[in-house]
């Protein structure tokens, strides 16, 4: 398995960070968690072979996660992409994300290659391109509750992922809202690489 961080910036855009992304390649076979702002570019700049992903997996949708998919799916129209691209994103988001495709003319007439939007159930393992993937619920969002009840929004749903590929074990954090997010899916298994990210915790207290 082999990792390449192609975004790892906060929500506050920097310089020379793109948005959350990273690649992870198993064999010939490749898959996406988290599509921030910036991550094309620095994918194009990786030289991969991008027919090769097959799927990209969102953790939450704050835009520092989720605001790079966009221009993902262009990059792989026009550049005559004809594989599908499967899209896992939290289940109550999956109507929002088709909405904006819609908006943003990402029409799936229009595409050259079907994009196939699948929700994401916590503790419900995928198997896509050779890669079993896992999804843990975290507390990320909690502090939005109230507000999300305003606009109708009931589900709060933010995942660290679990990754397997030929007997190795990845596990990305993502956006945690505490320590305690981790604690089942870190101590439950040995874990071989672990991605924790650093913007709501110091390196003292992880």
Do not use: C
């Not at 999804?135 to 507000?147: C, D, K, N, R």
């Amino acid at each position: 398995m082999k990792l390449t961080f192609l975004g790892t910036s906060s929500g506050l855009p920097t310089s020379n960070k793109a948005g959350s992304s990273i690649l992870v390649e198993g064999g010939d076979r490749m898959i996406i968690l988290d599509a921030g702002e910036g991550f094309s570019t620095r994918l194009v700049e990786t030289g991969a072979d991008l027919d090769k992903i097959g799927s990209i997996f969102i953790s939450h949708t704050h835009p520092d996660h989720i605001s790079g998919l966009f221009q993902f799916i262009q990059l792989m129209h026009l550049k005559g992409r004809k594989a599908p691209l499967n899209i896992y994103i939290p289940r109550d988001s999956v109507p929002s994300l088709e909405k904006t495709l819609e908006m943003m003319f990402l029409w799936r007439e229009h595409l050259n290659f079907r994009t196939v939007i699948k929700p994401l159930k916590s503790g419900q393992s995928i198997d896509a391109d050779d890669f079993t993937i896992t999804p843990f619920p975290t507390s990320h969002l909690e502090g939005y509750a109230f507000e999300s009840q305003k606009y109708g929004q009931e589900e709060l749903a933010s995942f660290s992922f679990e990754v397997l590929h030929q007997g190795i074990r990845l596990l990305y954090s993502s956006d945690i809202g505490s320590l305690r997010d981790l604690h089942d899916p870190l101590y439950n298994e040995r874990t071989d690489i672990l991605v924790i990210e650093g913007a709501h915790y110091s390196l003292d207290r992880l």
